[in-house]
């Protein structure tokens, strides 16, 4: 595929194999099993699960390489948590996550199904022709030991790629000038990620915060005085995702038209099924993000 293509196909790849990884952050099964590996309730799992992969790193590290997050919210957890349990302990306990949270979204029938176990083998094969350079996140998870199991070795997949291609957004990012809170706010204000509350709480970002951001953007000329997205906003937007689709690219040329496809079908099918058998809960996400 030329590379045009490719763009295209990564972008729809990746919004059917997103849910397969993302679910784990709203699983139950992620609080019990994290918890029970040290941690501490509530948004510690999520930053110490996410971080583990590159060690005991500091609260400035996590929230340069996850981004959107208040820095204030990180440093409530990182590094304490590296106290409470080591990050070599903790992917294995995401990892027990991930298969109960699977086990109950999916179905057993799923779960060993010819389908899912081809879905497996396909992602794997799109993740190998991942690399590092410039991607901590994902460098960090790539030096995880791969699971034996069809659908955590999809799972796994579903994570490599997602980080690869979420470091290369943050790049985009980073060269568009858009910095954590201004990034967090206009894709909010597509109407196709969390709802605005939702975004705030969970990045813990204050209204004050929130609204000193805005204001900065309208000056800016990318929002208007409703909070929408001006035609330069959007634009911005619109030259982002294309710079991460492009930057996106590796693992669905090795992959191929044919086979990414086929990948695209069978995780259109395992995401829809999840969703509708709970994998998040109400009132996340805007209803344009369906």
Same mark, same amino acid.
């Given at each position: 595929?030329?590379?045009?293509?490719?763009?295209?196909?990564?972008?729809?790849?990746?919004?059917?194999?997103?849910?397969?990884?993302?679910?784990?952050?709203?699983?139950?099964e992620a609080e019990q099993a994290l918890t029970e590996a040290g941690l501490?309730?509530?948004?510690? *799992?999520?930053?110490?699960?996410?971080?583990?992969?590159?060690?005991?790193?500091?609260?400035?590290?996590?929230?340069?390489?996850?981004?959107?997050?208040?820095?204030? @919210?990180?440093? $409530?957890?990182?590094?304490?948590?590296?106290?409470?349990?080591?990050?070599?302990?903790?992917?294995?306990?995401?990892?027990?996550?991930?298969?109960?949270?699977?086990?109950?979204?999916?179905?057993?029938?799923?779960?060993?199904?010819?389908?899912? =176990?081809?879905?497996?083998?396909?992602?794997?094969?799109?993740?190998?022709?991942?690399?590092?350079? *410039?991607?901590?996140?994902?460098?960090?998870?790539?030096?995880?030991?791969?699971?034996?199991?069809?659908?955590?070795?999809?799972?796994?997949?579903?994570?490599?790629?997602?980080?690869?291609? *979420?470091?290369?957004?943050?790049?985009?990012?980073?060269?568009?000038? @858009?910095?954590?809170?201004?990034?967090?706010?206009?894709?909010?204000?597509?109407?196709?990620?969390?709802?605005?509350?939702?975004?705030?709480?969970?990045?813990?970002?204050?209204?004050?915060?929130?609204?000193?951001?805005?204001?900065?953007?309208?000056?800016?000329?990318?929002?208007?005085?409703?909070?929408?997205?001006?035609?330069?906003?959007? =634009?911005?937007?619109?030259?982002?995702?294309?710079?991460?689709?492009?930057?996106?690219?590796?693992?669905? $040329?090795?992959?191929?038209?044919?086979?990414?496809?086929?990948?695209?079908?069978?995780?259109?099918?395992?995401?829809?099924?999840?969703?509708?058998? *709970?994998?998040?809960?109400?009132?996340?996400?805007?209803?344009?993000?369906?």
């Open positions: 595929m030329d590379h045009a293509e490719a763009r295209g196909v990564a972008f729809r790849c990746h919004r059917v194999l997103e849910p397969l990884h993302s679910f784990v952050y709203f699983a139950p501490r309730p509530g948004r510690m *799992g999520y930053f110490a699960s996410r971080a583990a992969p590159m060690g005991t790193v500091s609260a400035g590290v996590v929230a340069a390489t996850f981004y959107n997050f208040n820095p204030e @919210l990180v440093a $409530r957890h990182i590094p304490r948590a590296w106290t409470l349990a080591t990050p070599e302990r903790i992917p294995p306990a995401r990892m027990a996550a991930a298969d109960a949270g699977l086990r109950r979204v999916l179905g057993e029938e799923l779960i060993t199904s010819p389908r899912l =176990a081809e879905a497996a083998e396909l992602a794997r094969s799109a993740a190998s022709a991942c690399t590092a350079e *410039g991607r901590p996140l994902y460098a960090g998870h790539a030096e995880l030991e791969w699971p034996s199991e069809p659908h955590l070795v999809l799972w796994h997949a579903a994570t490599l790629l997602r980080e690869y291609r *979420g470091d290369g957004h943050i790049a985009a990012l980073v060269g568009h000038g @858009l910095g954590g809170l201004a990034a967090l706010i206009t894709y909010t204000a597509t109407g196709k990620g969390f709802l605005e509350p939702v975004a705030k709480t969970s990045r813990g970002w204050s209204d004050e915060q929130w609204d000193a951001g805005v204001e900065d953007l309208r000056a800016q000329g990318l929002l208007d005085e409703d909070g929408r997205l001006t035609p330069e906003g959007t =634009a911005l937007r619109e030259s982002l995702e294309e710079q991460t689709n492009a930057s996106a690219v590796a693992p669905w $040329r090795h992959l191929g038209a044919e086979k990414a496809a086929r990948l695209h079908e069978l995780g259109r099918e395992l995401a829809r099924h999840a969703v509708a058998h *709970g994998a998040f809960p109400d009132g996340i996400f805007a209803a344009t993000r369906a």
